[in-house]
């Protein structure tokens, strides 16, 4: 919005990380993920006060050990994100910027 200070992408480094991939169907099946749960708009859920779907497969990757988890965009499939649970704390993984920004054009 205007005022708000220029947008940059960062590269970022990721140091070891147990991640659960939910384009991996036969590991979404060993851990009895449905990867289209985290695809479900959850803020209607949550407005009706209700615990969103997009929290089963991240429960699931938690309960497994895992520190993150991939899953595809739901505006763009063929797009991808990584959440971690927790980063730069003992015992997880550690992030760190990994070069210049760049400005992220407005659009």
């Not at 147990?18 to 060993?30: E, K, S, W």
């Not at 089963?56 to 649970?85: K, N």
């Amino acid at each position: 919005k205007p005022g708000d200070p220029p947008r940059e992408t960062l590269p970022l480094r990721l140091g070891p990380a147990r991640v659960v991939d939910l384009r991996d169907t036969a590991l979404c099946t060993r851990l009895g993920i449905r990867p289209s749960d985290a695809a479900v708009p959850w803020l209607p859920q949550r407005a009706r006060g209700e615990a969103p779907d997009t929290w089963r497969p991240a429960d699931a990757s938690r309960a497994c050990g895992a520190d993150g988890m991939i899953y595809t965009a739901r505006s763009a499939p063929e797009r991808w994100h990584l959440v971690l649970f927790r980063w730069n704390e003992a015992g997880g993984p550690a992030v760190s910027v990994d070069g210049p920004g760049t400005p992220l054009e407005a659009g």
